[in-house]
Structures are given as structure tokens and as C-alpha cells.
């Protein structure tokens, strides 16, 4: 009776042990991919990337295209790439949108917003029809979550956002 009581006493142990393991694990990884977002860099090149501004997509080309322009292109590859990782990690159950949404500050939202009508163009041109689709499906599911919780009616990088949406799908054919 002794050593089965100690056989479960060890077994419930074992469990809150690898729960705890689990836990730590997660909030690791969270913390090292969400550090690209608030180190002093990464919001300079968040900056410079929103700072982008272009009439129409014949313009983006002429201005931001690779073959023109290849540090703003790595750049935004760069930011892009981070964001997918992220929706890749979301949608394969890893992180939740809590967490991502303050986690990134909404970087995310924005960045898909911004570029949403670029990244599609080139899909159509230079890149496969399903590229960044885990940073396109996060970033909409981060703006529904933003939109239950309020954010985007009452925060100013909503207001930036949706204006800068309204501009660009108004510009686009």
C-alpha cells in the first residue's frame, strides 16, 4: 500500500513537473520571438518600414522593388518573415492571440495592413500563391481580436491603420 501510494504520489509529481517544464518552455520561446519587436532596432525598422510610402502599386515598384531597391527589400523580407514564423507558430497551436497581440504590439496588424496589397501583387509575380499565408491569417484574426476588444476604435495606431488601409484599397484596382 506504501509503495503504490509513493508510485502515485511520484507519478502526480512527474505530472506538475513536465507542466511546469511545458509552461517555461513556451514563455521562453514567446519572449525570444516577440524580442525583435521592442529592442531598439526592431522598432527602427518597424519605423522605416511604415514610414514607406507609395501612390499606387506601379509606384511601390519603382520605388521598393527588389531589383531597385534591395536594403529596403531585405528589410521588409526581414519583418515579413518574422510575422509568418509567428502566424506559423499561432496556427499550429503554440502561441495564442493574447499573447501575440501584446507581445508584438501590434506590428503584426499593422505590417499586413500596410502591405497587404503588395504582398498580394507579388504573389502574383515573384512569389508562390500561398507565401506568407500564416502571417496574412494571423494578422486578420489579431485585427478581429483587436476589433472585440475595442483597439482599433479607440487607439491611434488604429486610426493610422485604418486610414492607411482606406488609402491603399482605394488606390488599388
Known amino acids: 500500500m506504501v509503495a503504490a501510494t509513493g508510485v502515485i504520489v511520484a507519478a502526480i509529481f512527474y505530472m506538475l ?25 526592431g522598432l527602427r525598422d518597424f519605423v522605416e518600414l511604415v514610414s514607406m510610402q507609395w501612390s499606387d502599386l506601379e509606384d511601390f515598384k519603382k520605388r521598393y522593388d527588389s531589383r531597385v531597391n534591395p536594403e529596403n527589400y531585405a528589410l521588409r523580407q526581414s519583418m515579413w518573415i518574422k510575422c509568418d514564423k509567428l502566424g506559423q507558430l499561432y496556427n499550429d497551436g503554440l502561441l495564442d492571440l493574447r499573447t501575440l497581440d501584446i507581445g508584438s504590439g501590434s506590428v503584426i496588424q ?39 476588444k475595442g483597439d482599433l476604435e479607440k487607439g491611434r495606431l488604429g486610426r493610422i491603420m485604418q486610414e492607411q488601409a482606406d488609402a491603399m484599397h482605394a488606390k488599388t484596382p
Not at 513537473?17 to 532596432?41: A, D, G, Y
Open 17 to 41: 513537473n513536465l507542466r511546469e517544464t511545458t509552461r517555461n518552455r513556451r514563455i521562453t520561446l514567446t519572449t525570444t520571438l516577440m524580442e525583435p519587436f521592442s529592442t531598439k532596432e
Open 110 to 148: 499593422y505590417m499586413w495592413t500596410k502591405f497587404k496589397p503588395v504582398i498580394e501583387m507579388y504573389r502574383k509575380t515573384d512569389f508562390t500563391p500561398l507565401a506568407y499565408r500564416d502571417f496574412e491569417s494571423v494578422a486578420e484574426k489579431l485585427l478581429e481580436y483587436d476589433q472585440v
